[in-house]
């Protein structure tokens, strides 16, 4: 044992290395920055990158006294060592010529040789002048521009990662899950634009840290807020309008952020002379706040929070309702240059509420889950080859399916509550093995217990109740644990060029249960239990990497398989709503989804963006349905282009286009008709062996700055969506003629044509 | 809920910006699959069965009449009745009569193949009033019949309310249960946007006492009628012994009329 210990110190020792830690920040507002690259010039194996608070730690040999700072749209910084101080803080100043900036080497190096596949950067300034819906910027809606992820389609919120379904993403708000990311049926997401930082999106090979959804995590930031000055901005639109405010909190020790957002699309309807649209209440508003404090050198305080809220009535008549409220408290604490630790309570709550008073009846429905959760992440900078993150969390969900009063009658009928635990330990490794190849590797260890109190269901072979069990209030009715290991290597070929694999095992222990075309707020997510089985995911990937012309230009070829457990889908007929047992009304299966992701990114200069093309296929196999044969998943859609493109005309003029192309989603049509019940119904056969008509639209938009003085900038952004009206198919659907009802035809319905927008956006 | 795409479609924002139009499609028709409606009522007899068969998407016309079948309806009292045919694919039943509370067995045999069913009559609801509202629905003040009855208390009911303007049946189905309204009195609105009412029309409202496998026969096809499934599928098959779509129901009938003044 003292040989051991020895043998370690001198080895340690033999290094001859000192390590050094700190923040990067952006010099104008404090930001810190996530993922800056810190890199010693002319030893291409020695760099790290910032996590997303920022923070870096680094072991260097002795005898280098300076190291290069550098991230995309910053003037790159410098540290230079003195003396025996390990704490480097850097402020990194902001580029004036967003565009303009040459990526350093060694910034493309490193994002060539870290083994994390399957990942996508995105940040407002990023996508700032690009041309979007209504002129509302989204980050969430830009992911779907990327490879890999596909929109669900106008008017649809959600989308899909590699052909996984709208349910397997999970999306995190500084930590804080968020059930709903979508404001007005998907038109908008839950996300201000003013407020984020970043977002990563990670569509395979999630790092350990990250667990519960199959497909992709979608991990984004909040601003933390300026901690100079005191800074206004917002933007007056046609459908929305937004404010930021912004500014330090105790004289430099932190900052707040508080942001808020608010469509008046019904503002319009009231202008109509059309009786049934006056009354109509449309709108959502948001709002993000942050506040931000450093104990010291050593503790950093943050406390976020979003409220979000969405309202639909029909005058008195109806009223849909739903919210969404995360809260995210965190503690970060720096032991030495060595270890980081990062603590968090958590609290998120998506709830939706129906209210339908109308001839007789007088109802009110409410569903809501609510999220506790407690995390504690470590990360241990070992030594100059070596990181090890690891850590816990434990999250407490209570689920009201549905609860219904009748306020004529004063009655309430409730499906019972659902309460659960699920949690995680993970431990991964981080290693760089010889100067040319790195591994990541480690396990999340997963588990999730249903609880009581409730009734829990047995089922006999035909799938109706056999029995019923009660369990008390604690009780655990079943529980379920899984190791998810998670891989990646990658290899350099030479200074441009990588090769990466990985392989990742993924658990997800609550389903949304949804069953009509539109995603609707009113989908349930309902838990595993003793009947249904958490989903599990194992997706293998392979890429290929390069930076061309000095790291102007970047392609990525990636191809992933993933296989799918415990698939859910709907038994005919299904009746999700008002059923209690609702395990009655499932069919389980398998999936498979893979395909071929191609990325060509043009960086710096006057022109920027890029072309990206998926090909992918993705199916399911269902026992009982499609006669038990694997069957198109709804999301599959073969080709996927999106190219987009800015042009920096002058100071002053920007323009920028995308253009979208995929061919359609599989759609089940019917084989033919009869008549019952003095109806016309039309007979199906089988399951999504059709395809909608392939989608193309053309967006365009041009942004002027009109002020640009100290103290106070402005500018105008003109957009047009659809520039050339394609009548895209959002929903075939078949009627009877009109003049000759013994005829069927096909009616398509295509939402938005030719939709302009105008913003102001002001700041100062 | 079923009906909250097109609740939000009304709410506005979406007819502004939306069209619609009419569009060729290529479907693979599939082979003709056997249709069978039937149904025993406490009324008196007789009571008639249809058999057909789906006609091709791009057919003029919904069915085809399948003739020269063999219908048997039996009771559980022992007594069968054989189906004559009297219009083209509609059989006829001639002395057997259905009584609440009594079970109907069903036998069709056609070109080889045979379909059974099974239904049991529940005991009669009866319609005790019925008369117009103006009430709001979807938006507009619509001109609605109203029916009301009393539900039995401590027992699971469903119902279909078929409604007639001057003789003629509307498309809708209106079907219901008794889940959150058990032993209370029932008023039920049967609002129709397409359809106004004016003096001299006669509104009759027929009140049908169903089974619970009809209930979810009837739910299921509100799902495919209603085309906002994202997975369309056929209603709940109820014959046993082949692929027939269609019904055969046992149900208690109660109607209430008034012209329109």
Redesign the interface.
């Given at each position: 044992m003292a040989a051991l210990l020895l043998l370690f110190f001198i080895a340690n020792k033999a290094m001859a290395q000192t390590r050094i830690s700190g923040t990067v920040r952006d010099s104008k507002t404090g930001e810190t920055l996530l993922a800056a690259t810190i890199s010693v010039p002319g030893q291409n194996a020695i760099g790290t990158v910032t996590n997303e608070f920022g923070f870096y730690s680094l072991a260097i040999p002795q005898g280098v006294s300076t190291l290069a700072v550098s991230y995309t749209g910053y003037k790159p910084g410098t540290i230079r060592i003195t003396g025996s101080e390990t704490r480097y803080d850097v402020a990194l100043v902001p580029s004036q010529e967003l565009k303009e900036i040459v990526v350093k080497a060694n910034t493309t190096k490193n994002r060539l040789g870290k083994p994390q596949m399957g990942m996508e950067q995105l940040r407002p300034a990023d996508i700032k002048d690009l041309p979007v819906l209504f002129g509302e910027k989204d980050v969430l809606k830009t992911l779907s521009l990327l490879p890999g992820v596909k929109s669900a389609g106008e008017g649809n919120s959600g989308f899909y990662v590699r052909g996984g379904g709208a349910d397997q993403n999970l999306i995190l708000l500084d930590g804080a899950p968020v059930y709903n990311a979508s404001h007005l049926l998907g038109f908008f997401s839950t996300f201000n634009s003013d407020a984020i930082k970043d977002v990563t999106l990670y569509k395979g090979a999630m790092p350990a840290q990250f667990g519960g959804r199959l497909s992709s995590v979608v991990d984004v930031h909040l601003n933390d807020g300026n901690k100079k000055d005191y800074h206004v901005n917002g933007g007056i639109g046609l459908i929305a309008s937004r404010l930021s405010v912004e500014g330090p909190l105790g004289a430099g020790k932190g900052s707040f952020l508080l942001s808020g957002r608010r469509t008046y699309a019904d503002a319009f309807l009231k202008l109509s002379n059309k009786k049934e649209l006056k009354n109509n209440r449309l709108y959502f508003y948001d709002l993000n706040g942050k506040a931000n404090y450093a104990l010291g050198k050593r503790d950093h305080l943050y406390v976020s929070g979003y409220l979000g809220k969405d309202q639909l009535g029909l005058k008195n008549e109806f009223g849909l309702d739903w919210s969404n409220r995360t809260a995210t408290l965190r503690w970060n604490h720096i032991f030495n240059t060595r270890l980081f630790s990062n603590t968090s309570l958590i609290y998120s709550d998506y709830n939706y509420n129906i209210g339908i008073e109308s001839n007789e009846v007088d109802y009110g429905i409410r569903s809501e889950i609510k999220d506790w959760s407690l995390k504690q992440d470590f990360s241990f900078f070992s030594n100059a080859n070596t990181t090890f993150r690891f850590g816990l969390e434990l999250t407490r969900h209570t689920i009201t399916p549905g609860k219904l009063t009748d306020r004529s009658a004063g009655v309430t009928f409730a499906l019972q509550d659902r309460h659960a635990l699920e949690g995680a330990a993970y431990l991964s490794h981080s290693y760089q093995a010889t100067q040319k190849l790195q591994l990541e590797y480690g396990i999340r260890l997963s588990g999730f217990a249903a609880l009581g109190a409730g009734h829990y269901y047995a089922l006999d072979s035909a799938g109706a109740i056999a029995d019923t069990l009660f369990y008390g209030s604690g009780a655990i009715a079943k529980t379920y644990i899984l190791p998810e290991p998670r891989f990646s290597i990658s290899y350099l070929l030479s200074d441009q060029a990588s090769v990466k694999a990985s392989y990742a095992r993924n658990a997800q222990y609550l389903h949304l249960i949804a069953n009509s075309t539109a995603a609707s707020p009113t989908d349930k997510w309902t838990p595993v239990n003793n009947i249904i089985k958490p989903g599990i995911s194992d997706q293998v990937a392979l890429g290929y990497y390069r930076s061309i012309a000095e790291g102007a230009y970047e392609f990525s070829a990636e191809a992933y398989y993933k296989y799918l457990q415990n698939q859910v889908d709907y038994k005919e007929g299904a009746n999700v709503f008002t059923n209690d047992a609702i395990e009655t009304q499932l069919l389980f299966g398998q999936g498979r989804a893979y395909g071929l992701e191609l990325l060509l990114r043009k960086k710096t200069g006057k022109f920027t963006g890029w072309i990206s093309y998926t090909l992918s296929r993705s199916e399911l196999q269902i026992k009982g349905i499609n006669q038990n044969q694997w069957y198109a998943a709804r999301q599959d859609r073969t080709h996927d282009l999106s190219v987009v493109g800015m042009y920096q005309f002058s100071d002053k003029w920007t323009v920028s286009g995308t253009f979208v192309y995929y061919t359609g989603s599989a759609v089940t049509f019917p084989s033919g008709k009869y008549e019952v019940a003095g109806n016309t119904v039309l007979y199906y056969t089988e399951r999504n062996a059709y395809r909608m008509p392939a989608y193309h639209r053309l967006d365009l938009a041009a942004t002027r700055q009109l002020a640009h003085r100290k103290g106070f900038q402005s500018e105008l952004s003109i957009g047009l969506y659809n520039a050339y009206g394609r009548e895209n198919a959002y929903s075939i659907t078949f009627r009877q003629n009109k003049e000759n009802p013994g005829r069927t035809e096909a009616v398509q319905t295509t939402l938005f044509k030719f939709i302009p927008s105008i913003t102001y956006n002001f700041k100062f | 809920?079923?009906r909250?795409?097109s609740?939000?479609f009304?709410?506005?924002?979406?007819p502004?910006?939306?069209?619609?139009?009419?569009?060729?499609?290529d479907?693979?028709?599939?082979a003709?699959?056997y249709?069978i409606?039937g149904s025993i009522t406490d009324a008196e007899g007789p009571y008639y069965l249809r058999i057909?068969?789906?006609?091709?998407?791009?057919?003029?016309?919904?069915?085809l009449p399948v003739s020269n079948a063999l219908v048997l309806l039996r009771d559980d009292l022992g007594q069968t009745d054989t189906l004559s045919e009297t219009i083209p694919g509609q059989y006829q039943t001639s002395h057997i009569q259905g009584m609440p509370g009594h079970t109907y067995y069903v036998e069709v045999s056609a070109d080889g193949q045979s379909f059974a069913a099974v239904a049991t009559m529940p005991q009669p609801v009866q319609v005790d009033s019925l008369y117009l509202?103006t009430?709001?629905?979807?938006?507009?003040e619509l001109l609605?019949p109203?029916a009301v009855f009393k539900d039995p208390a401590g027992v699971r009911n469903y119902y279909r309310l078929v409604l007639y303007k001057n003789g003629v049946?509307n498309?809708q189905?209106f079907v219901i249960d008794d889940?959150?309204?058990d032993g209370?009195t029932i008023?039920m609105?049967l609002?129709d946007a397409e359809v106004t009412y004016t003096a001299t029309d006669h509104i009759r409202v027929e009140l049908q006492g169903i089974s619970q496998a009809m209930y979810?026969y009837?739910?299921?096809?509100q799902?495919?009628?209603g085309?906002?499934?994202?997975?369309?599928?056929?209603?709940?098959?109820q014959f046993s012994g082949g692929n027939a779509?269609?019904?055969f129901s046992a149900h208690t009938l109660s109607s209430r009329e008034f012209v329109v003044q």
């Open positions: - | 809920m079923k909250i795409s609740l939000l009304s709410l506005g924002l979406l502004l910006a939306s069209c619609q139009k009419v569009i060729d499609l479907v693979h028709n599939a003709p699959q249709v409606e057909s068969k789906t006609a091709s998407l791009d057919a003029d016309g919904n069915n509202l009430a709001p629905s979807m938006g507009k609605q109203v049946a498309k189905l889940q959150f309204t209370q008023k609105p609002p979810l009837y739910s299921s096809l799902q495919t009628l085309q906002s499934s994202a997975a369309p599928a056929n209603p709940v098959r779509l269609g019904y």
